[in-house]
C-alpha cells in the first residue's frame, strides 16, 4: 500500500509541474513571439524566425523561473488533494503531513539537480545560438565584443575608420599582451600597435612597453615608447556589463572550465555569483515546496482556490524581491556576490522550518 500511495503522489506532481511548465511555455513563447516579430519587421525574414528565436530563447527563459514554477505547481496539487478529501485518504492510510512534505520536496530537490546537469547544458547551447543569430542581424554589429578562448577582442567604429584589438589575458583592469589594428574606411591596414599591458579602468586607455608599426605609402617605421594613449568607446566597467547575462554558459562549463573563463577575462565575482546561483537551484525548490506546503496543508477542509492563488503570486513577488534586493547588496559591495545568492534560500530556508514543524502537529 505504501509504494502505491508513493506511485500516486510522485506520478500526480509530476505531472503537475509538467502541466505548469506547459502553462509558463505557452505564455512565454507567444509573448516573446511579438517582441521577436518587432525585431525583424524591417527585415527580410519570413516567419519562421521570430518562431526559431521564441523556440530557443523560452527554455532558458523557463529554467530561470523553475522556483516559483515548483512552487505554483505544490500549490496547485496540494490544493487538488485536499480538495478532493485525497489528503484525508493520505492520512487515514499513515502519511503525515511532514511525510506528505518531504515526499514532494526531495522529488523537487532531485528535479533541480536533473535540470543542471541534463536541461541546463541544452538551454545554454541553444542560448548561445539564440545570441549568435540575433548577433548577424543586429543594427550594432559594427561594434562587437568578445570572450573566448584566445582571450578578448573588440571591434569599434573610430573617426578614422576601424579598430580591431585583441589581448591574450584579462586581469581585473589590465589587459596583457595586447595587439591592436587600425584600418582605414576601406579596412586596409595603417598602422598596427603591440603593448605588454594596458589600463583600461577609463575610457583613455594606457598602454605600456609600447611599438608602433605605422604604414605610410607602403613603407612600414617602428616606434618603441614606454607609454602610449589611445580613446576607446570600452572601459573596464561596460566591458563587463556586457558579460553579466551568463545564461549561454551551462553549470557543467562553470565547474570544468572555471579557471580558463577566468584566465579569458570572465570577472571572478560575477563567475562565482553565476556558479552559486546554480548550486543554490535544487535548494530553492526544496523550500519553495516547503513553502507551499506551509500555506496549502494547514487544514484539511476545503477551501477557495482564488484565495489561495491570490497567495501565491503575493508570495512570489515577495520571494522575488526579497531576491532582487540580495542581489543588489552583493553588487554595490555591501556583501559578497556568493553570499547574496544565499541570503534568500537561508532566510527562506528557516522560515519553512518552523512552519514544517507546526504543520506536522495538525
Known sequence: MNNILFKYLLSGYLKTVFKVILIFYCFGFILNLFEEIEFFKNLEVGIMMPLTMSTLYIPSLITTLLPFIIFISSMWFLLNLRNTKDLLTLKVFGYSNFRIFITLACTSFIFGWLVLFAINPLTS?????????????????????????????????????????????????????????????????????????????????????VVVHKIEEGVMSQTFLDNYTIVSKYNYEKIINLFKNFDTMSFLDLILNYKNLQNSGYNKSYLDQNLNFLLSTPFFLFIMT???????????????SFTFIIVGLIACVLVYYFKDLSLALGQTNRISLSLAVWIPVTAIGLFCSIGILQINEK
Not at 125 to 140: A, N, T, V
Not at 146 to 174: C, F, M, P, Q, Y
Not at 290 to 304: F, G, R, V, Y
Open 125 to 209: 547551447i541553444m542560448m548561445k545560438y539564440y545570441e549568435q543569430i540575433k548577433s548577424e542581424y543586429s543594427k550594432d554589429i559594427d561594434h562587437l565584443v568578445s570572450i573566448n578562448k584566445n582571450g578578448l577582442w573588440i571591434k569599434e567604429n573610430i573617426d578614422l575608420g576601424h579598430r580591431i584589438v585583441s589581448a591574450d589575458e584579462t586581469k581585473n583592469e589590465i589587459l596583457k599582451n595586447i595587439t591592436i589594428f587600425n584600418l582605414n574606411d576601406n579596412f586596409n591596414l595603417e598602422e598596427k600597435i603591440n603593448a605588454q599591458s594596458a589600463n583600461i579602468s577609463e575610457n583613455k586607455w594606457i598602454l605600456n612597453d
Open 290 to 304: 516547503a513553502l507551499a506546503s506551509i500555506l496549502t496543508m494547514n487544514t484539511l477542509k476545503k477551501s477557495n
